[in-house]
């Protein structure tokens, strides 16, 4: 399975965009990026999900680079709310298995 | 829509009692997955399931932990003869269209924290 790095840790001020990173060197072709946030003693939540071309919900925007070996996950204006640990996870088209495979994250702390 | 349950929330085991987890997926959702995250440590994945079916049970424990999805009836996730190091939260989630789908989102329970004494 291709593997994602993310940085440990991410400051943030309330009310101000965040940028969260996601390298992803091996990805393959069929690939599909997916990010899900964990907050305080909460289960994960999916986020937001993309292939190659850049994807905006309500939550949040995902943007993916050119050759995709590395994506970003920006929520526009954080809250206190966003305070969670942000997985990037990256999902073959077709596997045999559905499992999702968790790195370390990212933990996001945002300041009032 | 109710979204995935489960219960209980909290869970008090003495060494060498047996654990039942139980996990109710969303509607229309046949299938369903289990995660471990022990303390300090990242969430893995445990074993997949569909009704009446195991997929994959790649990340089970080989003694004492086994998964069951009847055809009627919440998901089990059963530890017997639990210990300390059982100590975790589990997470169920559940997902209408499982493998093979590489948009598939898979919507999470709020957990069970298990505590064995």
């Known amino acids: 399975d291709a593997k994602t790095t993310q940085p440990n840790s991410m400051e943030s001020n309330e009310e101000e965009p965040v940028h969260l990173p996601c390298n992803h060197s091996?990805?393959?072709?069929?690939?599909?990026i997916h990010w899900y946030r964990q907050l305080p003693s909460q289960g994960p939540e999916y986020v937001i999900h993309?292939?190659?071309s850049n994807v905006n919900n309500r939550m949040a925007s995902l943007a993916i680079a050119e050759d995709r070996k590395s994506s970003t996950l920006i929520l526009h204006r954080a809250t206190l709310r966003d305070a969670a640990v942000y997985y990037c996870?990256?999902?073959?088209?077709?596997?045999?298995?559905?499992?999702?495979?968790f790195g370390q994250g990212t933990t996001l702390q945002v300041k009032p | 829509n109710a979204g995935v349950m489960q219960n209980p929330r909290h869970l008090v085991r003495r060494r060498g009692q047996e654990a039942r987890l139980r996990c109710s997926p969303m509607?229309?959702?046949?299938?369903v997955y289990w995660y471990r995250q022990l303390p300090e440590e990242g969430l893995k994945f445990m074993v997949y399931?569909?009704?009446?079916?195991?997929?994959?049970e790649s990340g089970m424990p080989k003694e004492r932990f086994s998964a069951e999805f009847p055809k009627e009836g919440p998901s089990i996730l059963r530890i017997q003869q639990v210990v300390r190091g059982d100590s975790a939260a589990y997470f169920c989630?559940?997902?209408?269209?499982?493998?093979?789908?590489?948009?598939?989102?898979?919507?999470f329970g709020p957990g069970t924290r298990l505590l064995v004494l």
């Open positions: 091996t990805i393959s072709g069929t690939d599909y």
């Open positions: 993309g292939l190659t």
């Open positions: 989630a559940s997902s209408p269209l499982g493998t093979g789908k590489g948009q598939e989102t898979q919507y």
């Open positions: 509607k229309g959702h046949s299938h």
């Open positions: 399931l569909q009704k009446e079916n195991i997929i994959d």
């Open positions: 996870i990256l999902r073959p088209f077709s596997s045999n298995t559905g499992k999702l495979i």
